[in-house]
C-alpha cells in the first residue's frame, strides 16, 4: 500500500468513528441506555445501544452472541460495527423495542443500583426478552398448531430428511428452520486424493443429512433441510463426513451456529410480510465462533433469512457456505 492509500484509509477510519461520536452525542445517546447513567463511553455493536462503564461489564458476561461491547475511546472498531450503530440510531430506537412492554411498577436500574439489579434488569431485557411486546416475544405453541404447521411448511416427506427420537414429540417447537446447504471449499482428502462429502445437521434430537458427492472436495450440494426449532434451542451443530462403501464414515469437520442472534432479531422485529428488504442483526465473526466472515441477518422479500460461512473446526482445512430462513409457529 502506498503512503497515499494508507492516508486515505486513516481518513476513511477516522471519518467513521467521527460518525459514531456524532452519534453518541445526541440527547437521547448522553445516558446510558440502561441505568440512565450519565456520559456512556461503551457500546454494545450489534444491539446498537449506549451503555456505561458498570452495565457494560453485565453485557460483557452475557456473551459476544448477545452483546459485543466495545469501547467508544479504546477499542478498534470494524466497519460493519459502525455501521450497525448508525442504522439503530441508538438508545431510544433500541429501547423502543426492548423495553416497549416494562411491566406496570417495574422500575429500571438508576446509576447508583447494585450490581445483582442491574444484571437482573439487563439479562431480562437483552438475554430472556422479557420487556417485548407479547406480540413480538418467542411463544410456544401448541401442540395441535406444531403438527399442522409441521406438515403445511415440512411436507408430507418430511421424515426422509429430518429424523425425532422418542422423547421429540414431548417437545414444544417455536418455528421451522430451513437450512440450504450450499456448498463446501477446500474440504479435506479422506480417500487417496478426495473425498465422496456429506452434510449433517443436528438440532437438540434431530437430524437431517444430505445426499453424498462423490469425489468433490468442492462440493455443490444447494439442498434444502428442515428442522423444527424446540422452545429450549441450543446451536444448530453441523458435521461433514466422507461416505465409505466398506468401514466408517470419516470425519471431516464440524461447527456450530448459534441460532440467537437470526431468531432474537425477527422476534424484535415482528411480522417480516410487513417489512421492506432491510438489515435487522448480525452475528459477528469473533475467535470464539467458526464464522469465516459476519454473518448478517436479512429481510428478503417478506422472509427472514442469514447467510453463513462458516470454516470447520478440528480439520485441516475446509468451509460450508449455508443460507438459513427461519419462520416462527405464530405467523
Given at each position: ?7 486515505k ?6 471519518d467513521k468513528m ?5 452519534l ?6 448522553r445516558?446510558?441506555?440502561d441505568?440512565?447513567a ?8 450489534n444491539?446498537g445501544v ?6 457494560s461489564?453485565?453485557?460483557r458476561?452475557l ?7 466495545l ?7 470494524s466497519?460493519?460495527e ?5 442504522e ?5 430506537y433500541?429501547n423502543?423495542?426492548y423495553e416497549?412492554f416494562i411491566p ?13 439489579e442491574?444484571?437482573?434488569f ?7 426478552q ?26 408430507s ?7 425425532f ?5 414431548m ?18 482428502v479422506r480417500?487417496?486424493i478426495s473425498?465422496?462429502?456429506?452434510v449433517v445437521l ?8 444430505t ?20 422452545q429450549?434451542?441450543?446451536p ?25 442472534p437470526m431468531?432474537s432479531?425477527a422476534?424484535?422485529?415482528?411480522d417480516?410480510d410487513l417489512l421492506?428488504d ?8 469473533s475467535?470464539?465462533?467458526?464464522l469465516?466472515?459476519?454473518?448478517p ?10 447467510e ?6 478440528n ?17
Open positions: 500500500m502506498s503512503s497515499g492509500d494508507g492516508a484509509s486513516r481518513r476513511a477510519a477516522s467521527t460518525k459514531l461520536r456524532e453518541l452525542h445526541k440527547s437521547d445517546n445516558i446510558c441506555a441505568c440512565s450519565p456520559d456512556p463511553k461503551w457500546a454494545s455493536a444491539i449506549f451503555i456505561c462503564l458498570k452495565c461489564g453485565v453485557h458476561s456473551g459476544t452472541h448477545v452483546s459485543k461491547v469501547s467508544i475511546t479504546l477499542d478498534q472498531w466497519d460493519d459502525i455501521s450497525s450503530m448508525i439503530v440510531g441508538g438508545n431510544s433500541a423502543s423495542i416497549a406496570e411498577g417495574y422500575h429500571k436500574p438508576h446509576p447508583d443500583s447494585s450490581q445483582e442491574r444484571a437482573d439487563i439479562r431480562s431485557k437483552y438475554e430472556l422479557e420487556f417485548l411486546k407479547p406480540s413480538l416475544r418467542i411463544v410456544s405453541s401448541k401442540s395441535s398448531l406444531e403438527a399442522t404447521y409441521s406438515r403445511k411448511h415440512m411436507g416427506n418430511a421424515s426422509h430428511s429430518v429424523s427420537n422418542s422423547e421429540a414429540g417437545v414444544e417447537f417455536i418455528g421451522i428452520l430451513k437450512v440450504k446447504v450450499i456448498r463446501g471449499t477446500k474440504l479435506a480417500d487417496l473425498s465422496d462429502p456429506y443436528i438440532l437438540g434430537q434431530q437430524k437431517a443429512k445426499s453424498v458427492v462423490k469425489r468433490n472436495l468442492n462440493p455443490v450440494w444447494n439442498e434444502e433441510l428442515k428442522l423444527s426449532v424446540p429450549q434451542y441450543g444448530l451443530k453441523l458435521q461433514v463426513f466422507d461416505h465409505d462403501m466398506l468401514s466408517k464414515d470419516d470425519k471431516m469437520g464440524e461447527a456450530e451456529i448459534d441460532l440467537q431468531i432479531a422476534t424484535a422485529f415482528g417480516a421492506a432491510m438489515q435487522i442483526g448480525k452475528w459477528l465473526k475467535p470464539d465462533n467458526a469465516a466472515r459476519d454473518s441477518v436479512n429481510v428478503v422479500n417478506g422472509k427472514v433469512k442469514q453463513v460461512s462458516l470454516k470447520l473446526q480439520v485441516e482445512s475446509g468451509e460450508v457456505d449455508l443460507e438459513l430462513e427461519w419462520i416462527p409457529l405464530n405467523q
